[in-house]
C-alpha cells in the first residue's frame, strides 16, 4: 500500500501530536505519533519536521530537515498507519549519521510506535 504523504504546517498539530505523548527516541531522531482528528477511512498520512537550534545552524536545521523528509519518503508509507500525524524531530546526529543508520532508527521507532502500548499491562 502507497500513502499518500501529506506535510503539517500549522503549530496546533505540532503541539497536538506532542500532547498524545506517543514517541520513540532513537540516536538519530525522534518520532512523535497522533490519531488524526475525526478521520473516517482517510488513508493519507500527514508528516512534520522540526529541527531546534540545539541541532546547529540554519544549513544544519535545514539539512537535519531534509535528511528526515527523505527517511519519511521511504518508511511512513510502508510502516505508517492511516490515520495518523507524525512529527519527525531531529536531533544532534542527524545531519553527519549515516543514511542506513538513519533509516533503521526511523523504522525502528515507527515499529516501536505501532505497538500496542498497554498490551502487557491491561492483560
Do not use: C, W
Not at 537535519?64 to 523528509?69: E, G, V, W
Not at 518508511?75 to 543508520?101: C, F, K, M, N, S
Amino acid at each position: 500500500m502507497t500513502a499518500k504523504l501529506i506535510r503539517l504546517k500549522k503549530r496546533a498539530d505540532f503541539l497536538r501530536v506532542a500532547a498524545a505523548r506517543a514517541r520513540a527516541v532513537r540516536p538519530g531522531l525522534i518520532v512523535q505519533a497522533a490519531a488524526q482528528p475525526g478521520v473516517g477511512e482517510e488513508t493519507a498520512l500527514r508528516v512534520g519536521y522540526t529541527a531546534s537550534k540545539r541541532v546547529g545552524n540554519a544549513v544544519a536545521r535545514n539539512r537535519a530537515k531534509r535528511r528526515l523528509r527523505a527517511v519519511a519518503a521511504a518508511t511512513l508509507p510502508r510502516l505508517g498507519r492511516p490515520g495518523t500525524d507524525y512529527v519527525l524531530i531531529a536531533r544532534g546526529e542527524t545531519g553527519a549519521r549515516l543514511y542506513a543508520e538513519l533509516l533503521a532508527d526511523a523504522e525502528g521507532a515507527l515499529r516501536q510506535l505501532a505497538r500496542p502500548r498497554h498490551a502487557a499491562a491491561e492483560g
